[in-house]
């Protein structure tokens, strides 16, 4: 049987298939820890192969802690540390990504 890949947006091997009955093609591979899922498949197997083959997403650029530091866009607000707002960057990178690979 075929494996599902590492999910090529965040590297996690927690990949699981969601297998639905009816209409078609009726199952995709979900990353459960980004949430990443598809393209979808006819069947499991499908979906497996369908989730190996998948292209790599655009590159989403990655900001480090410096940059993100010294964007003019974070105001300066009271009882906000920088650790909060970096925090906030990251996680709003990482939906981006996720959001990228999702359905094509
Ligand atoms: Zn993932």
């Not at 591979?29 to 499991?44: E, F, I, T, V």
């Not at 990251?90 to 999702?102: C, H, N, P, Q, Y």
Request: hydrophobic share 35%.
């Amino acid at each position: 049987m075929t494996e599902p890949l590492p999910c090529p947006f965040c590297g996690s091997t927690n990949i699981r298939a969601h297998v639905y009955g009816g209409g078609e093609p009726d199952a995709f591979m979900q990353c459960h820890d980004c949430s990443a899922d598809g393209p979808n498949g006819l069947n499991r197997e499908g979906a497996i192969e369908a989730w190996n083959r998948r292209t790599q997403p655009a590159q989403v650029p990655t900001l480090t802690d410096e940059e993100i530091e010294r964007l003019d866009c974070i105001p300066n607000v009271p009882g906000i540390q920088f650790g909060d707002v970096a925090k906030f960057a990251r996680a709003i990178e990482a939906a981006l990504i996720a959001k990228m690979g999702g359905k094509p």
